[in-house]
């Protein structure tokens, strides 16, 4: 990986799948990436958690390989946790034939990192306001209906992922004037028609 390439997202499996489909650990999991290191009781302050619950989460989640001491950090006996990678990424063929206990799991994921774009996008919506007007025109909520065969919206996934991992590996520095951190939610599934 070169000096300004982001890591890729890491693929779920089953195990890692355990240790992550819970609401509040998958939130402690985005603040670390989206604001860096942090302690239990920072994550409990910023959160709105005890930091007796986000002790036991955070640990969890170390356990399942997402979350590490950043010992740097830490001084005596405050404990500073960083996420590992920045990203997750899900193929729903990796689980077609689990057990039910993985299935539901699943739907908790699903579920919690919908209501995470949700969150995000009302973020945005409620603070473009206070962005440059670069920033306010390079945003996009866009909506687009196609007619797709599953091997086309499959061929389509792949390459609108392709083009993400392109601009992954475009990161400029931090010090380029208006350079931000952006996310970009994607959402392709079939709609019921009469």
Request: proline residues 6%.
């Given at each position: 990986?070169?000096?300004?390439?982001?890591?890729?997202?890491?693929?779920?499996?089953?195990?890692?799948?355990?240790?992550?489909?819970?609401?509040?650990?998958?939130?402690?999991?985005?603040?670390?990436?989206?604001?860096?290191?942090?302690?239990?009781?920072?994550?409990?302050?910023?959160?709105?958690?005890?930091?007796?619950?986000?002790?036991?989460?955070?640990?969890?989640?170390?356990?399942?390989?997402?979350?590490?001491?950043?010992?740097?950090?830490?001084?005596?006996?405050?404990?500073?946790?960083?996420?590992?990678?920045?990203?997750?990424s899900y193929?729903?063929?990796?689980?077609?034939?689990?057990?039910?206990?993985?299935?539901?799991?699943?739907?908790?994921?699903?579920?919690?990192?919908?209501?995470?774009?949700?969150?995000?996008?009302?973020?945005?919506?409620?603070?473009?306001?206070?962005?440059?007007?670069?920033?306010?025109?390079?945003?996009?909520?866009?909506?687009?209906?196609?007619?797709?065969?599953?091997?086309?919206?499959?061929?389509?996934?792949?390459?609108?992922?392709?083009?993400?991992?392109?601009?992954?590996?475009?990161?400029?520095?931090?010090?380029?004037?208006?350079s931000q951190?952006?996310?970009?939610?994607t959402h392709?599934?079939?709609?019921?028609?009469?």
């Open positions: 990986m070169t000096e300004h390439e982001e890591p890729k997202p890491r693929r779920l499996d089953a195990r890692s799948l355990r240790g992550l489909a819970h609401p509040l650990r998958m939130q402690l999991l985005d603040a670390l990436r989206q604001h860096g290191p942090a302690t239990a009781s920072q994550l409990a302050e910023r959160l709105g958690e005890s930091s007796g619950a986000t002790s036991y989460h955070l640990r969890q989640l170390a356990e399942h390989g997402f979350v590490e001491d950043a010992p740097e950090r830490g001084k005596g006996r405050e404990r500073w946790w960083q996420a590992v990678d920045q990203g997750i193929d729903s063929a990796d689980f077609e034939d689990a057990s039910p206990e993985i299935r539901g799991l699943t739907e908790v994921f699903l579920q919690e990192a919908a209501a995470r774009h949700t969150r995000e996008l009302a973020a945005w919506l409620g603070t473009r306001d206070q962005w440059s007007p670069a920033w306010t025109r390079s945003s996009d909520m866009s909506d687009m209906g196609l007619r797709l065969t599953p091997e086309l919206a499959f061929e389509l996934i792949e390459k609108m992922h392709a083009l993400v991992d392109d601009y992954r590996n475009r990161v400029p520095d931090k010090d380029t004037p208006e951190q952006v996310r970009v939610h392709l599934f079939p709609l019921k028609t009469d």
